[in-house]
């Protein structure tokens, strides 16, 4: 039993058994029917034959039944009686007696009613009046197991029987004898057993082209294309997208094959999209393992950064505080210059601000200090960073290009952090050209990537091989000034990599050097950038 619970029949295989069932059951009927048919039109024609035989001996007879001429009726029916398919031939008084038969011992005999040869006349001993057409073919086996048919010619009663002078009969009777003719029906049944084998071999050879046809057909149309679907599905299982059915059909399997296709190019296009999430995450994983590992770095600096902040952020409240109530007082007088004084006053006001948020950044690097972030304009924090540095530059003698982009989404971030970044990064590259020189400054959108991109590039004397792995590490410095404290580069990248971003460099001795910060973009509703 096992065996055959582990034996699989397939869909070709159901269609091929289901196919040559019904073609068996079909030729089987046809051919049943067919027999029928063909038994009863051999039977209906021997029939024909024997009321034409039963009509020409009544014809035959006429004139001898008219004289009473018993010999000349014995010699005819004999005559009759001995053509090739007549069993016997037998003529029947009012009174069922049997007065002439090609079987002498019967002549003279009454048979009974009851038999074969009579019940078709009479119906419980009735008298014999007429005889209906339908009642007067019948087939039956005789004593010697032989198929008979049999056939009677009822001998109406004319007019002239009923006026003749030998054997007068009133003219009242209408029926005066019966003529029975029996049919050998051994030719018949044995033509029907020869073509009742004749068509039980041409069913059989039907059956098997048939059934071969049949299989043939469900091997090209069916097995093929579903083995070559299955064979498909599983190789796009085992991670081939590239695989492509043939579609060359243009029916229902052809669709199948069609629809299969475009399937298959979306799972690939979506485990392509998967695969890059992953590789964003990826390296989204590794920003802040690199992240996690410049805490550790810094961990000393958060307990400094706490004391360095209480200790700035009481004077530089102090200055902030002067400067708005020197700017109140200069409010309430008119004079020569008034106006630029307020302005120098707010850039005071502002510094002393950025001052603060300086302190607030080192926090921040150390983990101390939250961020404020919300929706802004990355242009205008970059044109804000100009602001306060163009000056710087110009006494240098260093030209500053903008190419801001336009339409840029909002990103979400502390204003004042990358602010930060974006002058640490034009001071240090100011810082590397003491002869002058040329700073371009970018922004662009990633539309793909849902980023935004700053470019800082300077002509400077870029940065040797050697030292371009350890410019973002804290306390690292290659300038003289004793004042440094080699953490510019290093908060910078701190606060990028906190906003989810990226900062990159790539320089080369003398080339200059191109700083990247990559930050997210976000949609937010309208009105909702702060400028």
């Not at 029917?33 to 039977?43: A, G, K, Q």
């Not at 009321?51 to 004999?78: C, K, P």
């Not at 056939?151 to 009242?172: K, L, R």
């Not at 242009?379 to 163009?390: D, S």
Request: include cysteine; charged fraction near 25%.
């Amino acid at each position: 039993m096992p065996l055959f619970s582990e034996i699989r029949v397939g869909l070709a295989a159901k269609l091929a058994i289901c196919v040559i069932a019904s073609t068996a059951v079909f030729f089987a009927s046809f051919g049943y029917l067919n027999l029928r048919m063909e038994r009863s039109h051999s039977e209906e024609l021997i029939k024909q034959s024997a009321y034409r035989t039963a009509g020409v001996i009544q014809r035959s007879t006429h004139d001898e039944m008219l004289h009473n001429d018993r010999d000349a009726l014995h010699s005819i029916i004999g005559a009759i009686g001995s053509e090739t398919g007549i069993r016997r031939i037998r003529l029947f008084n009012k009174e069922g007696r049997i007065t002439l038969s090609t079987e002498a011992a019967e002549i003279n005999t009454v048979v009974d009613k009851n038999a074969e040869a009579c019940y078709g006349c009479h119906q419980q001993s009735a008298p014999l009046t007429k005889l209906n057409r339908k009642d007067r073919a019948r087939r039956f086996i005789d004593k010697h197991g032989k198929s008979v048919l049999a056939v009677i010619q009822p001998v109406d009663n004319a007019p002239e029987c009923s006026n003749a002078a030998c054997h007068v009969h009133p003219p009242g009777q209408q029926v005066l004898g019966v003529i029975d003719v029996n049919l050998s029906l051994d030719a018949v049944d044995e033509q029907i057993a020869q073509h009742q084998a004749n068509l039980a071999y041409f069913l059989l050879g039907a059956i098997v082209l048939g059934s071969a046809l049949a299989v043939a057909f469900i091997w090209i149309v069916v097995y093929r294309p579903v083995k070559t679907l299955i064979d498909g599905t599983h190789r796009v299982a085992d991670g081939d997208m590239e695989y492509r059915l043939p579609e060359g059909s243009a029916d229902e399997l052809g669709d199948l094959a069609r629809s299969f296709n475009r399937m298959t190019s979306e799972l690939a296009n979506t485990q392509a999209e998967i695969e890059e999430r992953i590789r964003r995450k990826t390296a989204e994983l590794e920003r802040v393992h690199r992240s996690l590992l410049g805490t550790e770095k810094m961990a000393s600096i958060g307990k400094l950064a706490a004391t360095v902040a209480h200790e700035i952020n009481n004077p530089l409240f102090g200055i902030l505080t002067y400067a708005r109530l020197v700017a109140r007082e200069l409010g309430k007088h008119e004079f020569e210059g008034r106006e630029s004084l307020v302005e120098q006053l707010q850039t005071i006001e502002r510094e002393s601000k950025r001052c603060g948020d300086l302190v607030r950044n080192l926090l921040t690097f150390s983990r101390q200090a939250p961020s404020h972030r919300e929706p802004n304009d990355f242009n205008t924090i970059v044109q804000r960073a100009f602001v306060l540095v163009r000056h710087k530059l110009e006494m240098q003698n260093i030209e500053l290009r903008e190419k801001l982009g336009a339409d840029l989404p909002p990103v979400e971030c502390d204003a004042n952090q990358i602010q930060q970044v974006v002058l640490v990064l034009i001071v240090n590259a100011s810082e590397a050209m003491p002869k002058g020189g040329v700073i371009e400054v970018s922004t662009e959108l990633d539309s793909a990537l849902d980023q935004e991109t700053v470019v800082v590039k300077d002509n400077g004397s870029g940065i040797p091989a050697e030292v371009l792995p350890h410019i973002f590490d804290p306390f690292f410095t290659t300038k003289e000034d004793q004042l440094r404290t080699g953490l510019g580069l290093a908060v910078a990248k701190s606060i990028v990599e906190q906003h989810g971003g990226e900062i990159t460099v790539s320089s080369a001795a003398g080339e200059g050097t191109e700083f990247r910060v990559t930050l997210p973009a976000v949609v937010v509703p309208a009105g909702a950038v702060k400028h």
